[in-house]
């Protein structure tokens, strides 16, 4: 752990390796160990992996979700569906938190585990969060005129990437909304 302005940060790493195997040039061998360092950062945090042929097949797998994914932000295949959360004391709804998922038209309702981890390597996780986040604020505030409640009104609490938190206009676009 490092600590930075009073609190502590633990970092981690993800690792992909690349063998030379004697003909494989530069540009290639960045190539397998940027695939071999994606699968890494699949499988959880502080992982290292070493890059296999069969690899190969999973990154054309990515490029393809990751297509499919740029077309469902587009037609409206992405959908926020929310969560109660209930403060226990009084068993009072107290707020919901957003849930995304994908419409797939011929998978079906999949989680965000079969598609966020790839907007997370793209710049899709930008847009994908825009969204919910939007999403979320007009339903809360469609809520906010449907049920008035002036001393607890109800909230949303939305999940972000941590790619997104590294963005400087993220509080911006918050305080927008």
């Known amino acids: 752990p ?6 502590e940060i633990v970092l ?8 030379y195997d ?5 540009g290639d061998l960045v190539r397998e160990a940027e695939i ?3 699968r890494a950062k699949r499988n959880g945090a502080d992982k290292v992996e ?3 042929p069969e690899m190969r097949e999973m990154v054309d797998d990515r490029l393809e979700v990751e297509t499919e994914l740029r077309r469902a932000l587009e037609s409206g295949q992405i959908k926020v569906y929310y969560q109660p959360i209930i403060y226990l004391p009084t068993e009072a709804l107290a707020g919901f938190e957003a849930l995304v998922r994908w419409e797939h038209p011929k998978k079906g309702l999949l989680s965000p585990f079969a598609f966020v981890p790839i907007a997370e390597e793209s710049d899709l996780i930008h847009s994908l969060g825009s ?3 939007n999403t979320s604020a007009k339903t809360a505030s469609v809520w906010h005129k ?7 009104p109800l909230f949303v609490s939305v999940n972000v990437s941590s790619r ?5 206009d993220l509080v911006q676009d918050v305080r927008h909304l």
């Open 36 to 38: 071999a360092m994606y």
């Open 12 to 19: 981690t790493g993800s690792l992909g390796i690349a063998v």
């Open 131 to 133: 969204y919910v986040l």
């Open 146 to 152: 449907e049920l008035p409640r002036v001393e607890r």
């Open 2 to 7: 490092i600590r930075i302005a009073g609190k």
């Open 50 to 52: 070493i890059f296999r």
């Open 164 to 168: 997104q938190l590294l963005r400087q």
């Open 22 to 26: 004697g003909q494989n040039d530069y």
